[in-house]
Every structure is written in C-alpha cells, then in structure tokens.
C-alpha cells in the first residue's frame, strides 16, 4: 500500500486563483514527520515545510499555508494568488519514527496559466 | 554553505557500461540518502549511509547497484552493466545527525544526476 498518496495528478489554475494540493499519509508510528518539495521544470528538489506528528497547528508562509489534521491523515498544501512561477511538481512525503528514509507521493503537476 | 552537489548533472551510457554518481554532502552532514526517480514518477528511496557504513539499503536493486560513502571524499553511486531501465534522476540528499535528532533533522537534496542510457 502506498504511504502517501497524492490523488490529484496534475492541476491547472489560472493566475491569482487559490489551489489546494491534497496529501494523505499513512503510518503506524506515533512520531513521523510530513514534508512538501517543490520540483520546477528544471529538475531540483526545493524545500518548502516540514511538519512533526505532535504539532498540529496549521502554518502560513507568505502565499503559502499548510493544513495538516491526524483525524483524517492528511496534510494538505494551498496557495492562495498563485503565479506562473508557482508552475512545478509538488511531492509530499513521509519519514517515520527512525527518521531514515522518505516516503514520497507521486507528486502533483501545477500548471498557473496567464 | 554550499549545498550539496552531485555531478555530473548529466550522465549519458551504453548498454552495458558502468555509471558512476557523485554526492558530495553539505558541510557538516554525515549522512547520505539515494533516491531514484523515474519517469513521471515520484522519488523512490535506495540506500541510507553513514561514513563508511551502509545503513539501510532496503531500497537497492539487489544486482548491479552499489553505493559507499568513504571516509573521505564524496558518496558514490555505482551501477554496473547499466540498461535502459535504469534511465532516471539519481538524487542525493544529506543529514547533519540522521536518526539520532528527532527534532530538527532535515534533508537537503541535490540537485540530481540524470542518467540515459542508450
């Protein structure tokens, strides 16, 4: 079974609209830890949050905002106004208690339109 | 503080032959990941070392992948007799402390190596 999935496999907005990414998890680990990597066309892994299992409190940066709620396993990303800029592959993965290895969704392609 | 590097950024091989990545971690790191991904698809873990030691390599092809982290000098991803397969974005990604900090551990990826074979 897949540890995070990421329904949405591609999404198209036009500029300024908000976009809601989706992610759901699934672990047996009491501590984990949630991530969301940003990945442009030209190929990189760009950082964005992480996010501990014990710190439920939803964060803003910017135009970016995360949700992240246990009772249903998700941790969902939004960007509100997006920009074409904003055009790229976001992967959500998963680490567990060990904190070894990521578990990564399949991604969801972003395309911000004019 | 440079990131971490991989190189080449590009690699092109012949069936059969040899590939070898390079990941040279942040300063500081002593911990080296391996991912693999494949063609619109998302990131696959392969291998977790420490200096000299493989920690978790439950993610390798159990034939003709290797991969070490010496002492000194960058981590090396080897495969050998590569196939058209294995055509994908090889990334490395480096930790300060690994396993042992729970609570301020992240990864930092490189930028990738991108491997055709032909």
């Known amino acids: 079974a897949q540890k995070v999935t990421q329904a949405q496999t591609e999404i198209s907005v036009v500029e300024k609209e908000d976009v809601t990414l989706d992610c759901v998890y699934e672990t047996r680990d009491t501590t984990y830890y949630l991530f969301w990597y940003k990945q442009p066309p030209s190929g990189e892994l760009v950082f964005l949050i992480r996010r501990n299992s014990f710190d439920e409190q939803n964060e803003i940066s910017g135009r970016y905002s995360w949700n992240f709620q246990k009772s249903t396993s998700s941790f969902n990303f939004t960007i509100t106004a997006s920009q074409v800029v904003d055009s790229a592959v976001y992967f959500c993965a998963l680490s567990e208690g060990g904190f070894n290895k990521f578990y990564f969704g399949s991604g969801t392609k972003l395309n911000v339109k004019p | 503080n440079a990131g971490v590097m991989q190189n080449p950024r590009h690699l092109v091989r012949r069936r059969g032959q040899e590939a070898r990545l390079r990941c040279s971690p942040m300063?500081?790191?002593?911990?080296v990941y391996w991912y693999r991904q494949l063609p619109e698809e998302g990131l696959k873990f392969m291998v977790y070392?420490?200096?000299?030691?493989?920690?978790?390599e439950s993610g390798m092809p159990k034939e003709r992948f290797s991969a070490e982290f010496p002492k000194e000098g960058p981590s090396i991803l080897r495969i050998q007799q590569v196939v058209r397969g294995d055509s994908a974005a090889y990334f490395c990604?480096?930790?300060?402390?690994?396993?042992?900090?729970?609570?301020?551990?992240?990864?930092?990826f490189g930028p990738g190596t991108r491997l055709t074979v032909l």
């Open positions: 070392l420490q200096k000299e030691n493989i920690i978790d």
């Open positions: 990604a480096s930790s300060p402390l690994g396993a042992k900090d729970l609570f301020t551990d992240t990864q930092y």
């Open positions: 300063k500081g790191h002593s911990h």
